[in-house]
């Protein structure tokens, strides 16, 4: 089993950068692919950004390729998502979520163990 806690969620002006961290309790945590998701009210909840297990492959929605950039440090047991240029059409709570390699990253359904979010607010 593992257990993750986001933390660093905030309110930031527009083109304001911002940094979020998910802690993964178990010895496991270096098996895991690992993601950001996030749900605005009223919408799905969307694909980010996710890294492999050995951090060596990276994958990004379209709209914060260039801007956000996802990296985990196994022997913290953490994965960061370190946001820059933050627009308000990113503001929603943000999930980490772990899933034990399936190859297909983007859809939630892949992923098993889920954060309890944080909030992201960017206001304009």
């Known amino acids: 089993q593992v257990q993750l806690v986001e933390s660093g969620g905030g309110l930031v002006q527009a083109g304001g950068s911002l940094r979020l961290s998910c802690a993964a309790s178990?010895?496991?945590?270096?098996?895991?692919?690992m993601a950001w998701f996030r749900q605005a009210p009223g919408k799905e909840r969307e694909f980010v950004a996710a890294?492999?297990?050995?951090?060596?492959?990276?994958y990004y929605l379209d709209s914060v390729r260039g801007r956000f950039t996802i990296s985990r440090d196994n022997g913290k047991n953490t994965v960061y998502l370190q946001m820059n240029s933050l627009k308000p059409e990113d503001t929603a709570v943000y999930y980490c979520?772990?899933?034990?390699?399936?190859?297909?990253?983007?859809?939630?359904?892949?992923?098993?163990?889920w954060g309890q979010g944080t909030q992201v607010t960017v206001s304009s």
């Open positions: 890294v492999t297990w050995s951090g060596s492959s990276t």
């Open positions: 979520a772990a899933q034990y390699y399936t190859g297909s990253y983007y859809s939630p359904d892949q992923y098993i163990y």
């Open positions: 178990g010895r496991t945590f270096s098996r895991y692919d």
